[in-house]
């Protein structure tokens, strides 16, 4: 890192956080553990600070501090060429499904608003989905059977910073190009820091699989001394 950022994490962590925590501090950062996070700490408003940690806690930090948290548009996906998802995607409402668009795929697009999976009828998914708005907003896709594998992949300005399998098994080298080809083509889409988790099926090669923000996101097996600069670039000062 070229100057000291302090980073602002939750107390509560884990190991594959406490891998970042130690990359940072090498790197000659700073790290602030907040507990009562909602509270603004004013010796922290003259610092620089980055952010890190699950979104209940970066989106309050990040508002307190007056800073942009980059993430990716969710409903990105659905609007890429299918050469790069290997499915039919398509943005809908809650309300707008119909019994015949089963057995699908979906997901929120807003995370965590319910369990993503394959549901395989309306009846089934109804049941999971129960008080939220119809016109809440979904991604469904076509089903891929046989996934292999899936990576997750560090990108900064255009560049995979790091690539690591978390599920599966699949040359890891040929999702690296497959993701600097997708980031060369697709890359004004996104933010100039981003998580793209890709996967792999025999029958369609690798495709991609969701985008995450590099403020939330888990290591899955990437190194942590590799990935910082995707961490410290989200965090954007509006001052």
């Keep these: 890192m070229d100057t000291p950022v302090t980073l602002l994490i939750p107390k509560k962590t884990d190991i594959e956080h406490e891998q970042i925590f130690d990359a940072w501090v090498k ?3 700073k790290i602030r553990r907040l507990d ?10 003259q610092q620089r600070i980055a952010i890190y940690g699950n979104q209940a806690f970066a989106l309050v930090v990040a508002q ?9 548009d969710d409903s990105l996906i659905a609007r890429l060429d299918e050469k790069y998802t290997k499915r039919h995607i398509q943005l809908e409402q809650l309300g707008d499904l119909k019994e015949s668009d089963f057995p699908t795929f979906i997901k929120p697009v807003i995370p965590k608003m319910f369990l993503a999976g394959v549901f395989g009828t309306l009846e089934e ?33 255009g560049a ?4 690591a399998l978390y599920e599966g098994s699949a040359d890891v080298k040929t999702g690296e190009a497959f993701a600097a080809d997708f980031i060369a083509h697709n890359g004004t889409l996104l933010p100039r ?13 690798w495709f991609v699989l969701e985008f995450n923000a590099c403020w939330g996101a888990g290591l899955n097996n990437c190194k942590a001394e590799k990935v910082i600069d995707c961490i410290k670039g989200a965090t ?3 001052s």
């Design 125 to 157: 998914f109804s049941k999971n989905t129960a008080g939220l708005q119809t016109t809440e907003e979904i991604l469904i896709s076509t089903i891929i059977d046989n996934i292999q594998a899936e990576a997750r992949c560090y990108i900064k300005d």
């Design 193 to 205: 820091v981003v998580v793209v988790d890709i996967a792999y099926s025999e029958q369609t090669g």
């Design 64 to 72: 307190l501090y007056n800073v942009e948290l980059l993430s990716p």
């Design 36 to 45: 009562k996070f909602w509270i603004k700490e004013e010796d922290l408003s």
């Design 236 to 238: 954007v000062s509006n």
């Design 160 to 163: 995979v910073l790091d690539i």
């Design 27 to 29: 790197n000659g950062g």
